[in-house]
């Protein structure tokens, strides 16, 4: 399995699963046909609703002798309701205890978006926090206490513009070790993943193979669908593959993480496999062409009238 590492030498494997839109009741069946599969990285949040039940296939997993826990990269998310300094280790504490672990190999914060304490997702503007208003410098160091206390191994961010990366890097002790962002072929981010590579900062890819699968009031009219597109439906035939694996196998080679989902066990085993397939340069200069800075995920539902966020300051584009 193809790795990340990290400045203290712990290894990430670049291939992992997803759990973002696995709805109760098939996530826990994954996780453990995961792990007997073979993978040994599982990206979690408590937004996803289902870390309870990620928790108790871990723990049987673990208590069966499948994998043991330093075998085992855990990730999950800091929501954007607990970005005040003394809510971050209660947030961090009811995730180790939904997974039924005593640390976390990387703690992400979510989204560089703040909303009010009692509330998961805002439905009126006073819900919201202005960005300038709750540094986020502050929420880095309550992180970087996480890290000193044990409860996490390393800190880092996801849904961050280069813009924002930058502040963080110029005013943090510890600097972010990984920024999880969208990325695919119809999404590039060429100047992050250059940002990223010069600044020591790993990055993970989500919606990998574009969510088709997440829910309506997310997706826009006539959306390219990336799985059918044509250059890499011809590459995954040159290859005897499928368009899928062409994608995640593309975002290795890039020398990024992939996290894609699946709660089937023929994808779950069938995903896995494309570390095992070496794209050619002629494959990877035909994706490159791909680029439309098209976003599945536009974070557009921060920004409706009377948010503080907008596109342009989310994005910083």
């Not at 035939?237 to 593309?250: D, E, P, R, Y």
């Amino acid at each position: 399995m193809p790795v990340l590492r990290f400045k203290n030498n712990d290894l990430m494997p670049a291939l992992g699963l997803g759990t973002w839109k696995s709805e109760p009741g098939a996530v826990y069946t994954a996780v453990k046909d995961a792990l007997k599969a073979g993978y040994r990285h599982i990206d979690c949040a408590p937004i996803y609703g289902n870390e309870a039940e990620i928790g108790k296939a871990l723990h049987e997993s673990f208590q069966s002798k499948v994998i043991s826990r330093s075998k085992l990269w855990i990730t999950s998310k800091l929501w954007n309701n607990a970005h005040a300094p003394e809510d971050v280790q209660p947030a961090l504490e009811r995730t180790l205890a939904d997974l039924q672990l005593e640390y976390l190999d990387l703690f992400l914060i979510h989204w560089p978006v703040h909303i009010i304490k009692d509330q998961l997702y805002p439905s009126k503007p006073e819900h919201y926090i202005a960005f300038d208003q709750l540094p986020i410098t502050e929420t880095w160091k309550a992180m970087e206490a996480l890290v000193d206390k044990g409860l996490c191994r390393h800190i880092g961010v996801s849904n961050f513009s280069v813009t924002k990366l930058a502040m963080l890097m110029e005013n943090s002790r510890l600097k972010p070790a990984m920024n999880q962002i969208e990325l695919h072929p119809y999404l590039q981010q060429h100047a992050m993943l250059e940002y990223c590579q010069a600044n020591d900062i790993h990055l993970t890819a989500y919606a990998p193979l574009g969510s088709a699968d997440r829910p309506a009031a997310l997706k826009a009219t006539d959306e390219p669908v990336l799985l059918e597109d044509p250059i890499i439906a011809q590459i995954a035939k040159n290859h005897g593959v499928t368009s899928a694996q062409v994608l995640i196998s593309w975002a290795i080679n890039r020398g990024t993480a992939v996290i894609p989902k699946s709660v089937k066990i023929s994808r779950i085993i069938q995903n896995l496999e494309a570390r095992n397939l070496t794209l050619t340069l002629t494959d990877m200069n035909m994706i490159n062409e791909l680029d439309r800075n098209r976003r599945y995920v536009s974070g557009d539902f921060w920004a409706p009238a009377g948010s503080p966020y907008t596109l342009a300051n989310l994005w910083d584009e």
